[in-house]
């Protein structure tokens, strides 16, 4: 396993809490010592943990990234974005395989990517791009790709409330700086989605994936909510209505300036609740503490009173308030993003990450039409080319400047994913085109903090059909998050029986992603 510098990165012990005898290697003795004096109440099991993990840390080089990523922002291409039409193209295959466009040089030399990104094309030296992404979850698996393990089934998928769920990848990180940092709620989250809840406006399905499950709602990430207008309107075709279209105000295709992104209204204060009220509120609330101990003993109890104290932090912070107010920036780097929900939400997520959030995800959701964003089964090189392809080129290459201009992108993990890729020929002729699911071979990609740039890992056969080399999951994509981020992929976390879950099941780093 790669590993970590050996001081000044963080090793976790039980349940992932930080501890200074990690950092610096410790013994048994020293272990045995911490149990005598109850470090932390920890058991003999999470000591031995604690030990062997140090003795990992022993073994760990100091170019391998571990503990690199001080912050992550995700962004997230809801309903499989195709990988011929953004990382692996294949302009050598027939015409009902490589499709309309063809592929274009890079700065990387004998990498070519889609040449309807020609921006992302010029930063393909900071990238790495992962072409042998592969699982058998075909139908929308947000659940796998966001927590490392799948949904049973897609009814499992479409229900963000089923308790067979495991916790987003974010709200883990969360709940493990809850072992070890400050009992107060930050004044900023640690896990928060833009720009609104996902699938909120999906008008069937609730689909599963970004979602706290066992570890209870107060993990949830907290979400931000669209306050602004569309400036355009297309007609969406509708799966479900017999293929008709449907005109839809699609803020993805464009926003007013004076659009932004609140946090959810369930977090802000009432017109006539002053902050003196609020603060008699609060100590009303903190009277009362005596009286709910025993709820509070339970994970769920733990995880209402966090989301309790989390609202009334939430609602107290100008920071927070100020970070979410893109207006403050100059309108030609706004520009520079795209003018789109999408384009702003990821500017948005820039200033989050630079006024301390440690991690932001940036969704690209479907929007009241099903079958929309990325998941391209109709129409599909008209609504790349008018749409997903310049907006994503745009906001993407946008952000990784910034975070470059304003030096946040050497500890920032960027992370780009999908939940699986689209078909290898174009599937129909009606209504556009398009191309279906398809899992055994997509592409994501990764940039910033501790990731190999200029790096192209795995490959996909000619006919971008199946992985030629180096099959690669979700769950290695993960285990190298978390290792980014100064995690061992093997620690656990309570379910909700209180039995220890590793963070991935079978997940491994994947070294060709760091640095040599």
């Not at 992108?409 to 191309?435: A, W």
Request: glycine share 10%; charged share 25%; with cysteine.
């Amino acid at each position: 396993m790669r590993a970590s510098p050996a001081a000044g990165l963080r090793m976790l012990s039980i349940f992932g809490s930080a501890n200074s005898f990690a950092a610096r290697g410790c013994n048994r003795r020293e272990v045995m010592r911490a149990g005598a004096l109850g470090a932390a109440g920890l058991a003999l099991p999470g000591l031995l943990r604690l030990e062997a993990q140090s003795a990992a840390a022993e073994l760990r080089t100091p170019d391998s990234g571990f503990g690199k990523a001080k912050r992550i922002i995700l962004l997230y291409l809801q309903g499989a974005a195709s990988q011929f039409e953004t990382w692996d193209p294949k302009p050598l295959a027939p015409e009902e395989i490589r499709g309309k466009w063809g592929a274009i040089s890079t700065s990387v030399p004998g990498v070519a990517i889609c040449d309807q990104l020609p921006r992302l094309a010029q930063l393909a030296d900071r990238l790495a791009i992962v072409r042998s992404m592969t699982h058998e979850n075909n139908n929308h698996s947000n659940l796998y790709t966001l927590s490392g393990f799948p949904a049973l089934d897609f009814t499992s998928e479409t229900n963000p409330l089923d308790g067979r769920h495991h916790p987003f990848f974010g709200s883990v990180l969360d709940y493990l700086e809850d072992q070890t940092g400050p009992a107060d709620a930050p004044e900023l989250p640690r896990n928060i989605g833009l720009p609104f809840r996902f699938s909120t406006y999906s008008p069937v399905f609730r689909r599963a994936g970004p979602y706290g499950a066992f570890l209870g709602h107060g993990y949830d990430p907290v979400w931000t909510e669209f306050e602004g207008k569309a400036t355009g309107k297309v007609a969406r075709v509708s799966f479900f209505d017999g293929l008709k279209d449907v005109d839809v105000d699609d803020p993805y295709l464009g926003i007013t300036p004076e659009s932004r992104l609140r946090i959810s209204k369930a977090a802000q204060l009432r017109p006539d609740m002053t902050l003196d009220r609020l603060n008699t509120r609060q100590s009303l609330l903190q009277q009362l503490d005596g009286q709910q101990r025993q709820l509070n003993e339970s994970l769920a109890g733990k995880s209402l009173d966090r989301f309790s104290e989390m609202a009334y932090s939430l609602m107290t912070s100008d920071k927070l308030r100020t970070a979410l107010d893109v207006g403050r920036e100059p309108l030609a780097l706004r520009e520079r993003y795209g003018m789109t929900l999408f384009g702003q939400a990821a500017l948005t997520g820039c200033r989050l990450l630079e006024a301390g959030c440690p991690l932001v995800s940036v969704f690209w959701d479907e929007y009241k039409v099903v079958n929309t964003a990325w998941d391209t089964h109709f129409d599909h090189f008209t609504r790349l080319g008018d749409e997903l392809l310049p907006g994503f080129d745009a906001a993407v290459s946008s952000l990784l400047y910034d975070l470059e201009d304003r030096g946040l992108l050497d500890e920032t993990l960027v992370m780009c994913l999908t939940e699986h890729g689209r078909t290898p020929k174009i599937s129909r002729s009606e209504r556009g085109g398009g191309r279906d699911h398809w899992s055994k071979a997509y592409s994501v990609m990764l940039a910033g903090a501790g990731i190999r740039p200029g790096t192209v890992v795995g490959a996909s056969d000619a006919s971008g059909a199946f992985v030629k080399d180096r099959p690669i999951s979700p769950e290695d994509i993960l285990a190298t998050m978390y290792h980014l981020k100064g995690i061992d992929p093997e620690t656990t976390i309570p379910d909700r029986l209180k039995r220890p879950v590793r963070l991935v099941d079978t997940g491994k780093v994947i070294d060709e992603l760091l640095p040599v």
